[in-house]
């Protein structure tokens, strides 16, 4: 127990200076971006005195060193500040479009662990006959398709061809629950094939290394069925490197999905940020990216507390 309070300490005192420093490189970066917030909300016929009193109101006349530490001292107290484009509050407008994303992402990623698990771990026991091929072969196929190129694929085919599924738009679950499931199958299915190819593969590889210790073998010649070997012994030893890679691909998808959201016009966070790098609210983008960095240090922090009930081991380093 002292092990296990000493390893979840651990892992919480480097999430502190982590997220300080990702904070840090948010705001600088940001500040990199070339263009200028006053001159694009004015215009170009605005006026060297228009300009100067909008930087004032902004705090975008103070030195930058000195507009982070207020940034940081905001941030701190949750308030992100507001958007340059709208003047909407900052925070609300991530919460809401972060809802999107997360139900895509975790659907997704949810279906694809169900899918990837037993197909890994049936490659492995079978490994190097026609069914451990066939499934490295799809494996790897779905790990080049790009997530853009998969997801006009099936709006061609299910929304254009076979309108079974409209093609663009979006439905808020509150509203319309059903509705909102239609709109959503596309965008989930692509993210659910294309992370597939990636956790059946890690999956198998990680079942391929335990199915060769002397343990299973040891149980093999106790005369115990295949199956239970399987489910007893190699799955729980063999899901601890995936359960570490569906960690970084959750974490990745949440900060990565604008892509897909820009195919399927969804209004999540990723087209959020994209909308606002091309506004240059610098507001919106600090907040996008700050709050990307911080779920995604959450979702590997629990990763991380969650790996010593797999691997027991680890809390003894």
């Excluded at 107290?77 to 992402?105: C, E, K, W």
């Excluded at 040891?218 to 063999?238: F, Q, T, Y």
């Amino acid at each position: 127990m002292h092990a296990l309070s000493k390893y979840v300490a651990k892992r919480l005192l480097w999430t502190l200076p982590t997220l300080l420093l990702v904070a840090a490189m948010v705001f600088f970066l940001v500040r990199m971006i070339p263009g200028d917030p006053a001159q694009l909300i004015l215009g170009d016929n605005a006026s060297p005195e228009e300009l100067a009193n909008l930087r004032a109101n902004l705090g975008l006349d103070q030195p930058v060193p000195l507009q982070f530490v207020y940034w940081l001292g905001n941030m701190l107290r949750g308030d992100l500040g507001h958007s340059i484009s709208n003047g909407a509050a900052v925070l609300p407008l991530m919460l809401d479009r972060f809802q999107v994303s997360a139900t895509i992402v975790l659907v997704a990623v949810a279906l694809a662990t169900v899918i990837a698990v037993p197909a890994g771990l049936i490659a492995a026991w079978r490994q190097n006959e026609h069914v451990d091929v066939a499934i490295v072969a799809l494996s790897t196929l779905l790990m080049s398709v790009p997530s853009f190129w998969l997801g006009l694929v099936l709006l061609l085919v299910f929304g254009l061809k076979l309108g079974w599924l409209p093609v663009v738009g979006y439905v808020p679950f509150t509203e319309k629950p059903w509705t909102a499931i239609t709109y959503v199958i596309l965008p989930v299915v692509t993210l659910m094939l294309i992370e597939v190819g990636v956790l059946t593969r890690m999956m198998r590889a990680s079942a391929i290394e335990v199915l060769r210790l002397e343990y299973v073998m040891h149980a093999r010649a106790k005369g115990l069925s295949e199956r239970k070997i399987l489910l007893r012994h190699v799955l729980p030893n063999a899901f601890a490197p995936t359960w570490t890679m569906i960690g970084l691909v959750l974490g990745g998808l949440l900060g990565g999905i604008a892509v897909l959201e820009t195919v399927f016009t969804l209004p999540g966070l990723g087209r959020l940020l994209v909308d606002a790098i091309f506004a240059r609210d610098y507001p919106v983008v600090q907040g996008c990216l700050l709050f990307t960095a911080l779920i995604y240090v959450i979702v590997n922090l629990i990763v991380d507390l969650c790996y010593p009930l797999f691997d027991p081991r680890v809390t003894a380093s």
